[in-house]
């Protein structure tokens, strides 16, 4: 697996970023920031779904993008996780997954076992023939990362996968979650505003404020000398 490397100007409409980072090949790095940071911008780039302004974004050998060149999202291998989930509502939980693999050339019977050898392995094998309007949160949000785990990526970007998820189904999706992140080959992006949940996947954290890195470390480093109030009171929150 390769590392994920980003440096240039981002975002959409008005709001422009810059920033310089990198993951490593099977680091999960947290993007805290609050509302407005320029997260979801950011994530929206990596995954491919926005062009950069100017930079480079590269994975491993491969630019995906770099101003001049734009690779779209579905020849990225860049897997996605939303926090809504984005299941095709009209396939069953099994043709979710299988759908993906389908788009990558892989015959109906195999996609179809890869699929349920997937489910399995998220604890929702017994889900295989129900549609998303029938699963809970925590049941759809499990279903759409083996979707995208199913798919082979060579990198991860996880937007809020947590956030919609009520208090106890969020625990137990947090613990599967760092299960598979921590089997996970190549680089994880998480974006997050949730520290609890930045300090229980990921081992690296970078704090976003108006579309700039005011802090990146180790969990352990941000936690023991906070850059900014923001960083103090959220980590603060979380530990409590």
């Known amino acids: 697996m390769s590392d994920l490397r980003l440096e240039g100007r981002f975002g959409r409409g008005d709001f422009v970023g810059e920033v310089e980072l990198e993951?490593?090949?099977?680091?999960?790095?947290?993007?805290?920031?609050?509302?407005?940071a320029g997260k979801s911008s950011l994530l929206r780039t990596v995954a491919g779904f926005d062009p950069l302004h100017t930079g480079r974004l590269i994975l491993g050998d491969h630019v995906l993008d770099d101003g001049a060149r734009h690779?779209?999202?579905?020849?990225?291998?860049?897997?996605?996780?939303?926090?809504?989930?984005r299941l095709f509502p009209h396939l069953t939980t099994l043709e979710n997954i299988a759908f993906g693999l389908r788009t990558h050339g892989w015959r109906k019977a195999a996609a179809a076992h890869e699929a349920s050898t997937w489910l399995e392995r998220l604890g929702v094998a017994h889900l295989a023939t129900h549609r998303p309007h029938a699963l809970s949160g925590?049941?759809?949000?499990?279903?759409?990362?083996?979707?995208?785990?199913?798919?082979?990526?060579?990198?991860?970007?996880?937007?809020?996968?947590?956030?919609?998820?009520?208090v106890r189904v969020r625990t137990e999706v947090r613990a599967l979650l760092a299960e598979h992140l921590a089997a996970f080959a190549g680089p994880c992006l998480l974006v997050t505003h949730d520290a609890a949940d930045a300090l229980a996947l990921a081992d690296r954290l970078v704090v976003l404020e108006d579309?700039?890195?005011?802090?990146?470390?180790t969990i352990h480093e941000?936690?023991?000398a906070p850059g900014t109030d923001y960083v103090a009171r959220v980590l603060r929150g979380a530990a409590r």
């Open 23 to 36: 993951v490593r090949a099977g680091e999960v790095l947290a993007v805290l920031g609050p509302n407005g």
């Open 71 to 85: 690779i779209p999202p579905e020849e990225r291998r860049v897997g996605t996780v939303f926090q809504d989930h």
């Open 138 to 166: 925590g049941e759809a949000q499990r279903v759409a990362l083996a979707r995208t785990l199913a798919a082979d990526p060579r990198a991860l970007v996880l937007d809020e996968p947590l956030a919609a998820l009520d």
């Open 211 to 217: 579309g700039r890195v005011v802090q990146d470390g």
């Open 222 to 224: 941000v936690a023991a």
